[in-house]
């Protein structure tokens, strides 16, 4: 049988009473919108994470757009992130016509690294005409966080907001808190692929903030106010189905366990893999949620190649760091801008990650890369 990227199946069969059971409670019900299992996953959730609130929502791009529409962030201002993540983090600050700054990232976490963004923060606050410095996104690339201390000093230096991206990183901890409680805001998905993925599309985001709380609960069903009626500012349809708050109810039982798995599957790779690939640096502070286990080779082509021969299945996040991409060319980016993130972008593959990785078809994975 094939090795699958990310095996849901194995996942699935260890929960399906519990699935069961709950979408059996639902259909009974019949509150497909906003029904008592989204408050009860809201609730599961901002308890694991150790922040007051957790307001769940339609995908983690929404959840990160929603924060952005809560700060009113728009012309003139004037957000720091990585160039190297997903497209979604940057996406949403151009969706309100804010301007993105990339900052390069460390060259062992692939994180946006805190010594570059004081540097940019630093340049921006100096010439005010370049806009309003308002916040940064740092993202916690393939599940494990930045150095949230160190750009926290930074923020509270220049007076910005902190949004975390933790769309890779549900599970994940630094210095002993869990992901998703840093910042001032962070935003989670729950994609199917993701730590902590439903049966569609789905987000979260965590403060403890009471007036960003009750922002965002407004933003999240058209800027409602008092009543469904009444509109008290512009927000969007941002929900979660009550059916996928069934499912992550469901997978939350077994979610810590989980993380521990991923740990010792990361675990075998990197001891089987070194010298020969640069393995994942995971920081001594910190407990990845292994969103990817991601190496880099010299020839990347050659070992994705060596993979495919064995029926293998690889990726590349990401082959294109965002300043080039053609979305953003209104920014200016160039080639050479951020020389570490295209660097890595040229060499880093994802290989298998999931909880129920065995170590024989991990054995029959790194055979296949070591040809
Ligand atoms: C997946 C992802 C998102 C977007 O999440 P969706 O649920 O797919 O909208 C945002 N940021 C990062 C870093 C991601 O990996």
Same mark, same amino acid.
């Given at each position: 049988?094939?090795?699958?990227?990310?095996?849901?199946?194995?996942?699935?069969?260890?929960?399906?009473?519990?699935?069961?059971?709950?979408?059996? *409670?639902?259909?009974?019900?019949?509150?497909?919108?906003?029904?008592?299992?989204?408050?009860?996953?809201?609730?599961?959730?901002?308890?694991?994470?150790?922040?007051?609130?957790?307001?769940?929502?339609? @995908?983690?791009?929404?959840?990160?757009?929603?924060?952005?529409?809560?700060?009113?962030?728009?012309?003139?201002?004037?957000?720091?992130?990585?160039?190297?993540?997903?497209?979604?983090?940057?996406?949403?600050?151009?969706?309100?016509?804010?301007?993105?700054?990339?900052?390069?990232?460390?060259?062992?976490?692939?994180?946006?690294?805190?010594?570059?963004? +004081?540097?940019?923060?630093?340049?921006?606050?100096?010439?005010?005409?370049?806009?309003?410095?308002?916040?940064?996104?740092?993202?916690?690339?393939?599940?494990?966080?930045? !150095?949230?201390?160190?750009?926290?000093?930074?923020?509270?230096?220049?007076?910005?907001?902190?949004?975390?991206?933790?769309?890779?990183?549900?599970?994940?901890?630094?210095?002993? *808190?869990?992901?998703?409680?840093?910042?001032?805001?962070?935003?989670? @998905?729950?994609?199917?692929?993701?730590?902590?993925?439903?049966?569609?599309?789905?987000?979260?985001?965590?403060?403890?903030?009471? +007036?960003?709380?009750?922002?965002?609960?407004?933003?999240?069903?058209?800027?409602?106010? +008092?009543?469904?009626?009444?509109?008290?500012?512009?927000?969007?349809?941002?929900?979660? !189905?009550?059916?996928?708050?069934?499912?992550?109810?469901?997978?939350?039982?077994?979610?810590? +366990?989980?993380?521990?798995?991923?740990?010792?599957?990361?675990?075998?790779?990197?001891?089987?893999?070194?010298?020969?690939?640069?393995?994942?640096?995971?920081?001594?502070?910190?407990?990845?949620?292994?969103?990817?286990? @991601?190496?880099?080779?010299?020839?990347?082509?050659?070992?994705?190649?060596?993979? *495919?021969?064995?029926?293998?299945?690889?990726?590349?996040?990401?082959?294109?760091?965002?300043?080039?991409?053609?979305?953003?060319?209104?920014?200016?980016?160039? *080639?050479? !801008?951020?020389?570490?993130?295209?660097?890595?972008?040229?060499?880093?593959? @994802?290989?298998?990650?999931?909880?129920?990785?065995?170590?024989?078809?991990?054995?029959?994975?790194?055979?296949?890369?070591?040809?």
């Amino acid at each position: 049988m094939a090795i699958p990227f990310i095996d849901l199946k194995a996942q699935q069969s260890r929960i399906k009473a519990s699935i069961d059971r709950r979408i059996a *409670k639902l259909l009974e019900h019949g509150t497909y919108i906003m029904g008592p299992e989204v408050a009860e996953l809201e609730k599961t959730l901002s308890s694991y994470v150790g922040v007051k609130h957790c307001v769940s929502c339609s @995908s983690g791009t929404d959840a990160l757009l929603m924060p952005l529409m809560a700060y009113g962030m728009g012309p003139g201002d004037v957000i720091f992130t990585t160039p190297f993540t997903f497209i979604a983090t940057a996406e949403v600050i151009a969706i309100l016509r804010a301007k993105t700054v990339f900052v390069d990232i460390d060259e062992r976490t692939y994180n946006i690294d805190p010594a570059r963004l +004081e540097d940019a923060v630093k340049r921006y606050a100096a010439n005010p005409s370049l806009g309003k410095i308002r916040g940064v996104i740092p993202v916690d690339l393939f599940g494990q966080t930045p !150095d949230y201390d160190a750009i926290k000093t930074i923020a509270d230096r220049y007076g910005l907001w902190v949004m975390e991206d933790a769309a890779q990183a549900f599970g994940a901890s630094y210095k002993g *808190k869990k992901s998703c409680s840093f910042g001032d805001v962070a935003a989670t @998905s729950f994609f199917p692929a993701k730590p902590l993925g439903c049966y569609g599309d789905g987000g979260a985001i965590f403060t403890n903030s009471d +007036e960003m709380h009750k922002a965002l609960v407004s933003i999240r069903v058209h800027g409602q106010g +008092e009543d469904k009626y009444n509109n008290v500012r512009v927000g969007i349809n941002g929900r979660l !189905d009550t059916m996928q708050a069934a499912i992550l109810l469901a997978k939350m039982e077994i979610f810590d +366990e989980e993380i521990g798995l991923r740990n010792q599957v990361a675990d075998r790779y990197s001891k089987m893999l070194q010298p020969k690939y640069v393995t994942p640096y995971v920081a001594p502070d910190c407990v990845s949620a292994w969103a990817q286990y @991601s190496i880099l080779a010299e020839n990347r082509a050659d070992a994705m190649a060596k993979l *495919k021969a064995a029926n293998i299945p690889s990726a590349v996040y990401y082959p294109k760091p965002l300043h080039l991409q053609d979305a953003f060319k209104e920014l200016g980016g160039k *080639k050479g !801008d951020f020389p570490l993130s295209e660097r890595i972008a040229e060499k880093i593959f @994802s290989i298998p990650m999931h909880p129920y990785l065995t170590a024989e078809d991990q054995a029959m994975i790194v055979q296949a890369l070591m040809q």
